[in-house]
């Protein structure tokens, strides 16, 4: 298997693909790279000259960004929706902020360029959210501890049918996802598993911010959803109980 390793949105992308497909790989790299890059300067807030650090900064309107600027805010809002507001694209402050929809864009853009190369398996990890192909491989993937990055809690195998895992919480940033939610416990990690990674992680978002209402909204649209409130009980529906291969500490609960 080949590893690529680099960094782009301030953390970590690693790429494998399978050693009798390395011919294809260099260009197919330099495209995922390419892909990335782009998104990330045009929707990082952390680059000053950034379309949207610039509408941040009031120096444009948000009618004048570029077509697939707005498309990306469009869907964002529609997911707001979707989620019953516990995923949203405005920091508190008012700020649009695309950062919760546009690394999963990233990652679903390298793997169409794989694709485009005739890569047609592969594993790409970008921070944690992973997408996966290949129609006779499995991909074996550890679930971290919500607090603890140094432990994993469970390990699930993707496939083609389950081929996006993604994770939202508190443990490496601390509290910066905005709660929709102030009652009862919070949730300080959620995973969850379907076929867009997309998808997955929105919703990953939507259930920190939107605790077991939004578990349970997640799991009602076949989606495998494990989540830890601060009480660092285990709460794992059906789904992705029949996934997990080797949990390492009992499931405490179900929805």
Known sequence: MTVDVWEAMGTVVSLRIPDNLADSRGTAVEGVKNVIDALEREYSLYIDDSPISQLARGEVTLESMSADFRDTYARAIEWRNDTGGAFTPHRG???????????AD??????VVLRAHGIAEFSLNFGGDIIVAGDDRTWPVAIGHPTNSAETVATVELTTTWSAIATSGT???????WRSVSTGSKIVGATVIGN???VCDVWATAIVSGG????TSASQRGLAVIYFDDSLTMNANQLMQNLILEPTEPLKSAF
């Open 93 to 103: 402050d008012g700020v649009i902020d695309l950062s919760g929809i546009v690394k």
């Open 106 to 111: 990233a990652i679903a853009a390298g793997g």
């Open 171 to 177: 443990g490496d940033r601390g509290e910066h996802i």
């Open 196 to 198: 867009d990674i997309v």
């Open 212 to 215: 077991h209402d939004a578990a």
